[in-house]
Each structure stands twice: as structure tokens, then as C-alpha cells.
């Protein structure tokens, strides 16, 4: 079956504490991207990669490190995470930018 | 990079067609119109995609006028099940931005 898959779903954490959450696709998708999606803003994109070692800054950068060292794997990386990163992420990858998205199925991240 | 602007919410009852209206003033030649919706604790699921005139599919069309500023994603004969949160979308570059969304209200 052809999808994104988030590890984990669920997360609470402490500032400071580094943290990893995965995103792996398995339709051989170029193009993937992380979002995060909090109350009245809507999606905003924090990272996407254009294909293995091509990554570049969204619109919501700070605080987050990527990589894409495999086609199929894209890492979301808080070195040191904050209260204000608390929120609800998504990864989603597509063949192109103009193709349809295929969303994981979310990440919820507490940081206490 | 174009940003979209569509209204905060609208309400309306089963059986009837839906409008949603989406603004992109900044958008580019290369740029495709893209419409999402989202359940609460879901990824955004694709709906229907366009670049010009009107695009149909089985479950929504997409009108986009000669001047392409804005889109039309119309839903027709709506059910309780099509209350959902609705995002356009400007896809040409690299980077996406949805906008806030409409918050779509289906009542019995």
C-alpha cells in the first residue's frame, strides 16, 4: 500500500531534550516536505528536500534541522526543542511540486 | 511566492452545492491551483488540481477564470461527511504555502 508513515504519533517532551521524528515513503517520491499545523494558522511548510541532499527552508525554519540522506526518509530534527515548537506535524511527499501531496498521518509534539 | 486568501468559514446544509472562493492575486504562469481537505487529526487529502477554465472529478470541480486570480472549488449536493476543513493551494516553485483554510459546516 502506497504511504507516509510518521514516527511516533504522539510526543511529550522537555525543553532542551533533542528529538527526532521520522517521515518514510514508500511510492519513490522526490519531493517531500515537513508541515506544522497549529490553531488559526493553518499549514505552514518548515522544510522540503527536492530530492537526496537537496533540502531547503520553508516558511517556518527556526528551531528545526532536516536531512535526506536516502530517497525514502526525511527526518524532522529538534536540536533543542522549545515550548513553542508544541504542535502538530506533518510529512508529506509527491513525485513533483505540482503533483498531488500524500500526507502522513500526523505527529502530535508537546514540549513541557 | 503567491499566498492564497479564502474566508474563515461558511455553513450549509446537506443536499445543497458548496462555493469556495480562493484569492491568488500573485499567481505565477507556471503556477497549478490545488485544493485539499482535512478531517480533525488528519493529513490534508488531495480534492482536485487545475490551471485553467474548469477542471471536474467525481467528487468536486474547479472553476479558474481567464485571469487565473482566483478558483472556485464547488461541491455539489454536500453530505454531513463533507464537513471538513478546505485549503488552496499555489503550486509552481519549490516551496508551498497553504493558506488558513476554510472551515466548511454541513448541518442535517
Known amino acids: 500500500e502506497a504511504q507516509v508513515t510518521q514516527n511516533p504519533r504522539y510526543l511529550i517532551t522537555v525543553t532542551g531534550k533533542k528529538l527526532t521524528v521520522t517521515c518514510s515513503q514508500n511510492m519513490n517520491h522526490e519531493y517531500m516536505s515537513w508541515y506544522r499545523q497549529d490553531p488559526g494558522l493553518g499549514l505552514r511548510q518548515i522544510y522540503y528536500s527536492m530530492n537526496v541532499e537537496v533540502t531547503d527552508k520553508g516558511d517556518v525554519p527556526e528551531g528545526y534541522k532536516v536531512s535526506r540522506k536516502e530517497k525514502r526518509n526525511?527526518?524532522?530534527i529538534l536540536e533543542s526543542p522549545s515550548p513553542n515548537q508544541t504542535s502538530l506535524y506533518f510529512c508529506a511527499s509527491t513525485p513533483t511540486p505540482r503533483r498531488e501531496q500524500y500526507f502522513g498521518p500526523g505527529t502530535r509534539l508537546t514540549v513541557t | 511566492?503567491?499566498?492564497t486568501t479564502q474566508p474563515i468559514s461558511m455553513d450549509s446544509y446537506e443536499g445543497q452545492e458548496v462555493n469556495i472562493t480562493c484569492s491568488h492575486n500573485n499567481i505565477a504562469t507556471n503556477d497549478y491551483i490545488t485544493w485539499y481537505q482535512q478531517f480533525p487529526s488528519q493529513g490534508p487529502r488531495f480534492i482536485i488540481q487545475?490551471?485553467?477554465?474548469?477542471?471536474?472529478?467525481?467528487?468536486?470541480?474547479?472553476?479558474i477564470p481567464a485571469d487565473r486570480k482566483s478558483s472556485t472549488?464547488?461541491?455539489p449536493?454536500?453530505?454531513?461527511?463533507?464537513?471538513?476543513?478546505?485549503y488552496c493551494l499555489v503550486e509552481g516553485g519549490t516551496a508551498l504555502i497553504f493558506g488558513k483554510g476554510t472551515t466548511l459546516s454541513v448541518s442535517s
Open chain 2, 73 to 75: 472549488l464547488s461541491l
Open chain 2, 50 to 63: 487545475g490551471y485553467k477554465t474548469k477542471v471536474t472529478n467525481e467528487v468536486a470541480s474547479l472553476f
Open chain 1, 74 to 76: 526525511f527526518p524532522l
Open chain 2, 77 to 86: 449536493r454536500v453530505s454531513l461527511s463533507d464537513t471538513a476543513v478546505y
Open chain 2, 1 to 3: 511566492l503567491a499566498k
